[in-house]
């Protein structure tokens, strides 16, 4: 069946714009996660969502990123005002819910603001 | 805070060799442990799942342990292949904390290059 897409697969912005970065999760997983991963951090944690529980927004850096889930399923990573520390790839995952299930990842937006 | 650590950071073998990847965790306090491969411009593949009660478990030639109380894993590879070189990757997610059962804590990587 189909994986975890992404969409776009790359992205390049002005710093100061506003971007919007889209996960659609393999179907009847209930929960999603966003990670990014920069050369010098590895990969983050930003945010994960399970079913129709308040996420978990431990991860988000600053409050120029923001997430949602609509219908439980596709989701969307907005990013405000980006700087130059933001370019990254941005990985979403989904799982079927529950802790004991592995995540599955989708290939990655790439991000770069310049 | 759970720190997740790989070592080697980087290894090249020849082609047949079997080799271990390890990965140490700060925090024995886990629910599983997850090992991934990352090809170069691509997202993260699943390996192996542990879970916490578990101490190892197989697939193909891929083997990985679990030593909870100790804080390691192991990924062990047997008669490597030129395919195999990828970014390999540890994560583990905590035990407890509400909310935060969900995320996983990645280690750096290990870069595995194969060559015939």
């Known amino acids: 069946g189909a994986g975890v897409s992404q969409s776009p697969s790359n992205k390049v912005t002005e710093k100061g714009k506003d971007v919007e970065l889209r996960c659609d999760p393999i179907s009847g997983h209930t929960a999603l996660y966003w990670y990014r991963q920069s050369l010098g951090q590895g990969l983050e944690f930003l945010i994960y969502f399970q079913g129709n529980s308040a996420p978990d927004k431990s991860g988000l850096p600053s409050d120029r990123f923001s997430a949602e889930r609509t219908g439980g399923s596709v989701s969307t990573l907005t990013i405000q005002r980006t700087q130059q520390e933001d370019s990254a790839v941005y990985l979403c995952?989904?799982?079927?819910?529950?802790?004991?299930?592995?995540?599955?990842f989708g290939p990655g937006t790439r991000l770069t603001v310049t | 805070k759970q720190e997740v650590t790989q070592i080697p950071a980087a290894l090249s073998v020849p082609e047949g060799e079997n080799l271990v990847l390890n990965c140490s965790f700060t925090d024995s306090a886990i629910y599983n442990l997850q090992w991934f491969r990352q090809d170069p411009g691509k997202g993260l593949t699943s390996l192996l799942l542990?879970?916490?009660?578990?101490r190892e478990q197989t697939s193909g030639r891929l083997n990985a342990s679990l030593d909870k109380s100790s804080g390691r894993s192991t990924l062990y590879i047997a008669a490597s292949q030129p395919g195999d070189s990828a970014t390999y990757l540890c994560a583990v997610r905590r035990l407890s904390g509400g909310t935060s059962y969900g995320k996983l804590t990645f280690g750096q990587g290990t870069i595995l290059t194969v060559h015939p």
């Open positions: 995952a989904s799982s079927r819910g529950g802790h004991d299930y592995e995540q599955y």
């Open positions: 542990i879970q916490s009660s578990q």
